[in-house]
């Protein structure tokens, strides 16, 4: 099993359409977690932390669920901008700040 | 107050040849990280140094590879004797101390070998 597990896609949305990805990891003793966002061959970049409370950012949020080794990202009203390719990635402690990513969805938004 | 700054952007290397990529932390900052994206593939962590200290190297392939942070300047990641498998993206990133967070990477070198 993938430390960290992300349906690969595409999804293709149309602009203003709702669209959602999951990602579950292996690790319960994973510490903290986030979503990067990586544009065709550039790196990646910090989108937002997960937190079991929930947090939003605009137009995103994040969602947490800890029992359920599950975290979700929700973008709503997506734009042309938003095409890009989602990695969703976990520290999984043990000391220092090593990053496992996941593999990545990519979403494209049509006309 | 500049990224994390990556030379060179794009590298070809004949397969025997070294590679040596570098790394330049944000300023203030005592902690690198490599990491290395093959084509079609999720980023894998390669190894974490502090100045002058290798913290974790459980990334790195055995043999061929090393990477130094060096007291002065920048963190270096060697390839010797490359072969085609290790064309890939490789992007360092920096923090400035080793807690929790998500940090920022640098623009990647990207390495070729023909």
């Known amino acids: 099993r993938k430390e960290v597990e992300q349906d690969p896609g595409p999804f293709n949305v149309p602009e203003g359409a709702t669209v959602a990805f999951n990602c579950t990891y292996s690790n319960s003793a994973s510490q903290s977690f986030f979503w990067y966002r990586q544009d065709c061959r550039k790196e990646p970049k910090l989108l937002m932390s997960v937190y079991s409370s929930g947090n939003e950012d605009g137009r995103f949020t994040a969602q947490l669920n800890r029992a359920s080794q599950y975290i979700s990202l929700l973008i709503r009203d997506s734009k042309l901008s938003d095409s890009a390719t989602y990695l969703c990635?976990?520290?999984?402690?043990?000391?220092?700040?090593?990053?496992?990513f996941g593999t990545g969805t990519q979403l494209k938004v049509e006309l | 107050n500049a990224g994390v700054m990556q030379n060179p952007r794009h590298l070809v290397r004949r397969r025997g040849q070294e590679a040596r990529l570098r790394c330049s932390p944000m300023k203030g900052h005592s902690h690198v990280y490599w990491y290395r994206q093959l084509p079609e593939e999720g980023l894998k962590f390669m190894v974490y140094?502090?100045?002058?200290?290798?913290?974790?190297e459980s990334g790195m392939p055995k043999e061929r590879f090393s990477a130094e942070f060096p007291k002065e300047g920048p963190s270096i990641l060697r390839i010797q004797q490359v072969v085609r498998g290790d064309s890939a993206a490789y992007f360092c990133?920096?923090?400035?101390?080793?807690?929790?967070?998500?940090?920022?990477f640098g623009s990647g070198t990207r390495l070729t070998v023909v």
């Open positions: 990635v976990v520290n999984q402690g043990g000391g220092g700040n090593k990053l496992t």
């Open positions: 990133a920096s923090s400035l101390t080793g807690q929790d967070y998500g940090y920022t």
């Open positions: 140094l502090q100045k002058e200290n290798i913290i974790d």
